[in-house]
């Protein structure tokens, strides 16, 4: 038999997909010239005769790129392809029109890292584990949510986040970090990374606003403010934190992780608070704390948050629910200083118009019922007996080779190198032995930091880690 168009036609056998693969194959074809503008499209029987399909199948497929526009249908007589601009043919080299890009998204350090592929059980940092999480509470919440708003009209959330959920964050910041604020100083964002970005879009001046950034730090947040165009002024952190007899009289907004500094996992001191309020009262210049896992402690009374210290409105306290509920939630908030607050709503307006309502009401009620306050409860001595796992293996097991750096809180926990001499044999063998962990020189800007490797404990189990450990001593007693 004759073919009925100017190329081959391969549809998949499996149920369901036909209509879909003929109206895929006769679109690319259009596009790419295949079937020109004004070419009469053969009739329905015929093609149906000549691919042994179902005449409905090929009906189907007319209409959807009639829908499309790219076939005009006629009255009497076969669809006819649409007069448009066919498709581009691709440029002989790729990234030719890279240099169209702004100057900061051309930056390779903003760029992410690739995936890795690690071990269901890993020491990979950042993540809580799913295996103790109330899934069926959440699914109650949520279909909840969903009916409640089947019955109301369609709209549009405050920028700034429901009512709801403000008031529940502001509760919840209260009772778990003595985070003195009310509804009106909360604002939702979709995770701590857009809290930054809005931080650094109000206060950053491009070219001229410098940014203190811990060094090692956490690569997203001297992301958010390179984007930006700040000038980013990288401070060593030492066992207080960040050093802040460090910082330059021009410095505008710092950039800190006091409560459990990410990678290293130490704890700012009291004194260190006290002189970086001191530093930004004095210089006119603003603090973002972000307090990521702040509700993970195993030591004793927690110090204050540096919002809870702040007298002079200076501090922007960021939060986040990746850590103490799950990742893809991606809600995270902002408590803001009065003077910074219409300022931040109107730069959340015009980037993203608003969170989802639908997962602010179900976390609204989640946090409400204290539903989060068990789970932080019951996840405690979980992660407490995993992180006892990891500084138990590093003390006695792998002592020779490394030093735990003191930390108390949070789901993560690092180790010096006690020969840095050793760093290049030793390293590669500790991040192959302890899949996910990382080593604190890739959250640098430079290389002129101790060398140090960073265990998260938040999805692997003790004997795991145990397990883990013993199996990186012997690894390194080969060398």
Same mark, same amino acid.
């Given at each position: 038999m004759e073919p009925v168009f100017p190329f081959p036609v391969q549809l998949p056998r499996g149920a369901g997909t036909l209509t879909q693969a003929l109206h895929q194959q006769l679109r690319a074809a259009i596009l790419d010239g295949r079937l020109p503008p004004h070419a009469a499209l053969p009739a329905t029987r015929k093609v149906a005769e000549a691919l042994g399909v179902a005449r409905n199948t090929v009906v189907a497929a007319y209409d959807l790129l009639i829908a499309e526009g790219y076939v005009v249908p006629r009255q009497g007589?076969?669809?006819?392809?649409?007069?448009?601009?066919?498709?581009?043919?691709?440029?002989?080299?790729?990234?030719?029109?890279?240099?169209?890009?702004?100057?900061?998204?051309?930056?390779?350090?903003?760029?992410?890292?690739?995936?890795?592929?690690?071990?269901?059980?890993?020491?990979?940092?950042?993540?809580?584990?799913?295996?103790?999480?109330?899934?069926?509470?959440?699914?109650?919440?949520?279909?909840?949510?969903?009916?409640?708003?089947?019955?109301?009209?369609?709209?549009?959330?405050?920028?700034?986040?429901?009512?709801?959920?403000?008031?529940?964050?502001?509760?919840?910041?209260?009772?778990?970090?003595?985070?003195?604020?009310?509804?009106?100083d909360v604002i939702v964002t979709s995770g701590a990374q857009q809290a930054f970005d809005l931080i650094a879009r109000l206060l950053v001046t491009?070219?001229?606003?410098?940014?203190?950034?811990?060094?090692?730090?956490?690569?997203? @947040?001297?992301? !958010?403010? %390179?984007?930006? #165009?700040?000038?980013? =002024?990288?401070?060593? /952190? *030492?066992?207080?934190?960040?050093?802040v007899e460090r910082l330059p009289e021009d410095v505008r907004i710092i950039s800190v992780t006091p409560s459990h500094q990410s990678p290293t996992g130490v704890a700012m001191s009291l004194r260190r608070r006290a002189a970086l309020l001191d530093f930004a009262r004095r210089h006119h210049a603003v603090i973002v704390e972000d307090d990521y896992d702040g509700e993970f402690r195993f030591g004793g009374r927690p110090l204050d948050a540096l919002q809870t210290l702040d007298r002079d409105a200076l501090v922007f306290y960021v939060g986040t629910f990746?850590?103490?509920?799950?990742?893809?939630?991606?809600?995270?908030?902002? @408590?803001?200083? !009065?003077? %910074?607050?219409? #300022?931040?709503?109107? =730069?959340?307006?015009? /980037? *993203?118009?608003?969170?989802?309502?639908?997962?602010?009401?179900?976390?609204?009620?989640?946090?409400?019922?204290?539903?989060?306050?068990?789970?932080?409860?019951?996840?405690?001595?979980?992660?407490?007996?995993?992180?006892?796992?990891?500084?138990?293996?590093?003390?006695?097991?792998?002592?020779?080779?490394?030093?735990?750096?003191?930390?108390?809180?949070?789901?993560?926990?690092?180790?010096?190198?006690?020969?840095?001499?050793?760093?290049?044999?030793?390293?590669?063998?500790?991040?192959?032995?302890?899949?996910?962990?990382?080593a604190t020189a890739d959250y640098a800007m430079t290389r002129n930091i101790e060398p140090a490797v960073t265990f998260g404990y938040g999805v692997i189990d003790a004997a795991d880690i145990s397990a883990a450990l013993a199996g990186l001593r012997r690894s390194l007693r080969k060398l």
């Open positions: 007589a076969r669809p006819q392809v649409a007069e448009f601009a066919r498709r581009r043919p691709k440029p002989a080299r790729a990234g030719v029109d890279a240099s169209r890009f702004a100057p900061a998204w051309r930056t390779p350090f903003l760029q992410p890292s690739p995936a890795r592929s690690l071990p269901e059980r890993n020491f990979r940092l950042g993540i809580p584990d799913h295996r103790h999480f109330p899934h069926e509470v959440w699914r109650r919440l949520m279909a909840q949510t969903l009916r409640r708003s089947a019955r109301e009209s369609f709209a549009y959330a405050p920028s700034q986040g429901i009512p709801a959920l403000r008031e529940a964050i502001a509760q919840h910041v209260a009772f778990a970090r003595a985070v003195a604020c009310s509804a009106d491009p070219g001229q606003t410098k940014v203190a950034v811990e060094e090692p730090g956490y690569p997203p @947040v001297r992301a !958010a403010f %390179a984007a930006a #165009g700040a000038q980013l =002024v990288p401070l060593p /952190v *030492d066992d207080e934190g960040l050093c990746s850590k103490s509920m799950f990742p893809s939630l991606r809600k995270g908030f902002v @408590v803001a200083p !009065a003077w %910074a607050r219409n #300022g931040l709503v109107t =730069v959340k307006h015009c /980037v *993203d118009s608003h969170c989802d309502s639908v997962t602010q009401a179900a976390l609204a009620a989640f946090i409400r019922d204290g539903h989060l306050a068990r789970h932080v409860r019951h996840m405690r001595p979980i992660y407490a007996a995993r992180r006892e796992a990891l500084l138990d293996g590093l003390q006695r097991g792998l002592g020779e080779w490394l030093q735990p750096i003191p930390s108390e809180a949070g789901l993560h926990l690092a180790a010096r190198l006690r020969d840095p001499a050793q760093a290049s044999k030793l390293m590669p063998v500790v991040l192959r032995a302890a899949a996910g962990a990382e």
